[in-house]
T-cell receptor, first 115, second 112 residues
Framework: DTEVTQTPKHLVMGMTNKKSLKCEQH?????MYWYKQKAKKPPELMFV???????INESVPSRFSPECPNSSLLNLHLHALQPEDSALYLC??????????????FGPGTRLTVT | AQSVTQPDIHITVSEGASLELRCNYS??????LFWYVQSPGQGLQLLLK??????LVQGIKGFEAEFKRSQSSFNLRKPSVHWSDAAEYFC??????????FGPGTRLSVLP
């Protein structure tokens, strides 16, 4: 089973709201990722967790706060977002703790709209 | 700097025709190469990967890709395209210690 699940599928939030995106995998993978994807663009890496520790933060604004409660779960907490943060947010996981040396499996994404 | 190019932004082919999507990379280290497909509003699905060994790799949905080190290329091919293959295709390159670099993507349209 190579499934990564994400909830919710769609999210509309105001600029003063607080919301969370959730991601889950049961493949025993030890690295998990958050990506942001704008329309007609490739995914942009935001965060990498390896063995439940944050290993890469690609200079993402603090209004995005990742959390890895255990090896199967990854959350992205959102607060005071801007309209330009509207995008498809993708979660991925991979077996290896090294982000570039193993294939990544992606979830279906959360379509976020900030009003 | 590491980079991945996909020269074709948009390709249109007729159903049943053959397909080749191009991917070129510039990488200092030994690259690991991947092709992903993305249908509208969906996540990315892994089509195939290359780490080492045989330079012609087979993937899912009838796709294959060939690694040519001398040309720094990893082109994706399919002998007969189906209407359901219409999607965005991303080439990605990784290496040890470096996260994926994605190409800009190629949008495939399929004519009936």
């Amino acid at each position: 089973d190579t499934e990564v699940t994400q909830t919710p599928k769609h999210l509309v939030m105001g600029m003063t709201n607080k919301k969370s995106l959730k991601c889950e995998q049961h493949m025993g993978h030890r690295a998990m990722y958050w990506y942001k994807q704008k329309a007609k663009k490739p995914p942009e890496l935001m965060f990498v967790y390896s063995y439940e520790k944050l290993s890469i933060n690609e200079s993402v604004p603090s209004r995005f706060s990742p959390e890895c409660p255990n090896s199967s779960l990854l959350n992205l907490h959102l607060h005071a977002l801007q309209p330009e943060d509207s995008a498809l947010y993708l979660c991925a996981s991979s077996l290896s703790r090294d982000p570039g040396s193993y294939e990544q499996y992606f979830g279906p994404g959360t379509r976020l709209t900030v009003t | 700097a590491q980079s991945v190019t996909q020269p074709d932004i948009h390709i249109t082919v007729s159903e049943g025709a053959s397909l080749e999507l191009r991917c070129n990379y510039s990488y200092g280290a030994t690259p690991y190469l991947f092709w992903y497909v993305q249908s509208p509003g969906q996540g990315l699905q892994l089509l195939l990967k290359y780490f080492s060994g045989d330079t012609l790799v087979q993937g899912i949905k009838g796709f294959e890709a060939e690694f040519k080190r001398s040309q720094s290329s990893f082109n994706l091919r399919k002998p007969s395209v189906h209407w359901s293959d219409a999607a965005e295709y991303f080439c990605a390159v990784g290496s040890y210690g470096q996260n994926f670099v994605f190409g800009p993507g190629t949008r495939l349209s399929v004519l009936p």
